[in-house]
């Protein structure tokens, strides 16, 4: 697999989508990231199958495979009904999405990902996107701060975080990841550090990037575009996406519309969790349209 990204779960979540059933089908991977799932959907599928695959991050869609089975879209995911319609496509047999930041995400300083180094606060997976975390720091109100440290962060001193931000900023910009570990510096310690800051960065990054209404969407969409009888197949890294996809994939159960394949989501073996510390969050969850 390429260095930009180790995929997670990969033999589960792509064995979830029951490609030995439909080989020349029609299958959507909604986060290309690094390809790696990609690859493996496509060397199960077959010589008159189609990929379908998306991703808003312009380095990650430089990785699709030159393959004529793959159609390319570089755009968000939360968009799946609209471009599956726009390509003439009636319904799909599988959807997967891996939800989680790429490595290359996180080990690139200038993308701002990552409180290990000190760079731009951007957290952009569209380049192109308007806002960065730049702009929401030192723009939102301390009560939509607040908000959002505390929904997407599930941060219990978002108060005291978001009242540090909005006085630090009264005197200068905040420019870089290092200025806001510096503002917030008297709230974490050597122990909590890695906990407090990982938080606040997600929160931030959920906001920047519409994260949690892009997965609403998505989920939406996908409902619209499998075909009966087609899975779906989503790894999350943290409770509000988890909680997500099992209220989601519930609440259609109770419309007769999704039934789940398994019981309790999937996680990673000990074994990948000790190659690949990224992954030691992740859940799968897995559901079949009826």
Same mark, same amino acid.
Request: with cysteine; glycine share 6%; net charge positive.
């Given at each position: /697999? ?116 000190? +760079?731009?606060?951007? /957290?952009? /997976? ?58 917030? $510096? ?13 938080? $606040?960065?997600? &929160? ?18 996908? /409902? ?8 779906? +197949? ?25 039934? +789940? ?19 030691? +969050? &992740?859940?799968?969850?897995? &559901?079949?349209?009826?």
């Amino acid at each position: /697999m390429p260095a930009y990204h180790k995929p997670v779960m990969l033999s589960e979540s792509v064995s979830a989508l029951n490609i030995d059933s439909k080989k020349n089908g029609i299958f959507v991977d909604a986060t290309l990231g690094g390809g790696g799932h990609t690859k493996e959907i496509l060397r199960q599928l077959g010589s008159k199958g189609m990929l379908i695959a998306f991703d808003k991050d312009s380095d990650a869609i430089a990785n699709a495979p030159k393959d004529k089975r793959v159609i390319s879209i570089h755009n968000n995911f939360r968009f799946v009904e609209n471009f599956v319609k726009y390509l003439g496509i009636n319904k799909v047999d599988g959807i997967l999405a891996d939800l989680g930041v790429s490595s290359h995400q996180f080990d690139t300083p200038d993308r701002g990902f990552s409180y290990r180094f000190d +760079s731009p606060l951007d /957290m952009r /997976m569209n380049k192109l996107a308007k806002h960065n975390a730049e702009w929401v720091v030192n723009n939102y109100k301390q009560e939509d701060l607040e908000k959002i440290f505390r929904e997407y962060g599930e941060l219990e001193n978002a108060r005291k975080i978001s009242e540090l931000i909005c006085t630090a900023r009264t005197g200068c910009k905040i420019m870089t990841t290092g200025d806001l570990c510096k503002i917030l $510096v008297r709230l974490y310690n050597q122990k909590t550090e890695k906990k407090f800051l990982g938080k $606040v960065f997600q &929160a931030l990054r959920i906001e920047v990037n519409m994260e949690m209404r892009a997965l609403e969407d998505f989920l939406a969409g996908a /409902m619209q575009v499998l075909n009966t009888g087609g899975r779906l +197949s989503v790894i999350t890294y943290h409770s509000l996406e988890d909680r997500a996809v099992k209220n989601f994939i519930r609440a259609n159960k109770d419309n007769g519309i999704f039934e +789940s394949v398994t019981k309790k989501p999937l996680t990673p073996s000990d074994e990948e969790q000790g190659e690949n510390a990224r992954s030691r +969050s &992740a859940k799968l969850r897995i &559901a079949e349209k009826i």
